[in-house]
């Protein structure tokens, strides 16, 4: 069972399961984009975004999956 779980893995890694997603801050309606968030006990995300690679950490967040395509796009990413 462990070997059929590592293959898995190792297959989403190869074949690129990566999760996209845009992450807006609702006080200011500042929108990121990321793919891997941290989830923090306090309940704050960090992340870092893609557009200008800084590191960003929100208290407050709208964290939504989206498309690899969508993502390329707001990015500009191809």
Do not use: N, W
Request: with cysteine; proline share 1%.
């Amino acid at each position: 069972m462990k070997r059929t779980g590592l293959a898995l893995a190792v297959l989403c890694l190869s074949v690129g399961c990566a999760r996209y997603y845009q992450v807006t801050d609702p006080g200011t309606g500042q929108v990121y984009y990321t793919t891997d968030i941290d989830k923090r006990d306090s309940g704050a995300a960090e992340f870092k975004d893609a557009r200008t690679h800084a590191k960003v950490t929100l208290q407050s967040s709208v964290i939504e999956k989206i498309s690899k395509e969508a993502f390329e796009v707001q990015v500009g990413h191809k």
